[in-house]
T-cell receptor, first 115, second 113 residues
Framework: DAGVTQSPTHLIKTRGQQVTLRCSPK?????VSWYQQALGQGPQFIFQ???????QRGNFPDRFSGHQFPNYSSELNVNALLLGDSALYLC??????????????FGPGTRLLVL | DAKTTQPTSMDCAEGRAANLPCNHS???????VYWYRQIHSQGPQYIIH???NNETNEMASLIITEDRKSSTLILPHATLRDTAVYYC??????????????FGKGTKLSVKP
């Protein structure tokens, strides 16, 4: 049973460019959340997607956008990259059931370096 | 902001039990305690969660005080591979509430031979 997968593993971009990161959820999961982790810090919530819609959003600018596809996979897009966007980007998947807890399981992350 | 307080770092001898404390004095009745760990440069790994009863799984045990204002994660026989940052997170379950996890700085556990 495959866990959460992310691609690419590493990426180098220059300021002003745009980047797309991809995530495939764990089998059976329908919800994808994205987090940004700067060096030495804990992960920070960006947004969560469920039923192809953004369900909740953290304190991130509109340069950060996302998408969820019918197969539950997801993309994170960042426009007009800044040096401060350099971070580990984490995807977490979960099953948003009507009852019970939603436990999130994380992928290995994508390391983005903006030069 | 994170609703939990954890020590910045802890050491543990290999083979001994590692007891990681967490304070969550403002926890609400419908909030769960979650534990994740993150080994260097990898994604966080789910360990365990609980509401008010003590919980045990193949990885660890979670002891929650009766007033629910603090908890302890116990790794019964720590190995070198348990060296990681451990995060204690308080959050509500599903029910139209927040979908995100709020991470603090966690506890850096170093298991030494």
């Amino acid at each position: 049973d495959a866990g959460v997968t992310q691609s690419p593993t590493h990426l180098i971009k220059t300021r002003g460019q745009q980047v797309t990161l991809r995530c495939s959820p764990k089998s059976g999961h329908d919800t994808v959340s994205w987090y940004q982790q700067a060096l030495g810090q804990g992960p920070q919530f960006i947004f969560q997607y469920y039923e192809e819609e953004e369900r909740q959003r953290g304190n991130f600018p509109d340069r950060f956008s996302g998408h969820q596809f019918p197969n539950y996979s997801s993309e994170l897009n960042v426009n007009a990259l800044l040096l401060g966007d350099s971070a580990l980007y984490l995807c977490a998947s979960s099953l948003l059931g009507l009852a019970g807890l939603e436990t999130q399981y994380f992928g290995p992350g994508t390391r983005l370096l903006v030069l | 902001d994170a609703k939990t307080t954890q020590p910045t770092s802890m050491d543990c001898a290999e083979g001994r039990a590692a007891n990681l404390p967490c304070n969550h004095s403002t926890i609400s009745g419908n909030e769960y305690v979650y534990w994740y760990r993150q080994i260097h440069s990898q994604g966080p790994q789910y360990i365990i969660h609980g509401l008010k009863n003590n919980e045990t799984n193949e990885m660890a045990s979670l002891i929650i005080t009766e007033d629910r204002k603090s908890s302890t994660l116990i790794l019964p026989h720590a190995t070198l591979r348990d060296t990681a940052v451990y995060y204690c997170i308080v959050r509500v379950g599903y029910g139209g509430s927040q979908g995100n996890l709020i991470f603090g700085k966690g506890t850096k556990l170093s298991v030494k031979p």
